[in-house]
């Protein structure tokens, strides 16, 4: 059975740090791909960065830096740093996957944690 558990959110100030992780049962990371979505306080839910089957990295604004995204396939855990973080980030952090490869269609997503709420205020 597909499971995915996120932690490590929690409150921080303006210009701080958290590194977010999702673990991961039921399957080996080497075949599906992992997202992390964001759904913000009257918002939708936005993906934020991706890490492909075979291992790729993706951002959807990559341009700002701040999100980096990684693996430990011995461990089964998808972590998301966070760098810089701004008030709009304040969001339920959700991981996702899907076979294979990244998209940004949440209904493409057939497994879904239950989110780690991130506050970002000071």
């Known amino acids: 059975q597909v499971q995915l558990v996120e932690s490590g959110g929690g409150l921080v100030q303006p210009g701080g740090s958290l590194t977010l992780s999702c673990a991961a049962s039921?399957?080996?990371?080497?075949?599906?791909?992992i997202t992390w979505f964001r759904q913000g306080p009257g918002k939708g839910r936005e993906a934020v960065s991706c890490?492909?089957?075979?291992?790729?990295?993706t951002y959807v604004d990559p341009d700002k830096g701040r999100f980096i995204i990684w693996r430990d396939d011995a461990k089964r855990i998808v972590y998301l740093q966070m760098n810089n973080l701004e008030p709009d980030d304040t969001a339920i952090y959700y991981c996702a996957s899907r076979n294979l490869s990244c998209r940004s269609d949440t209904s493409l997503y057939t497994s879904w944690g239950k989110g780690t709420q991130v506050t970002v205020s000071s």
């Open positions: 039921g399957f080996t990371l080497d075949s599906k791909a």
């Open positions: 890490i492909w089957s075979a291992g790729t990295a």
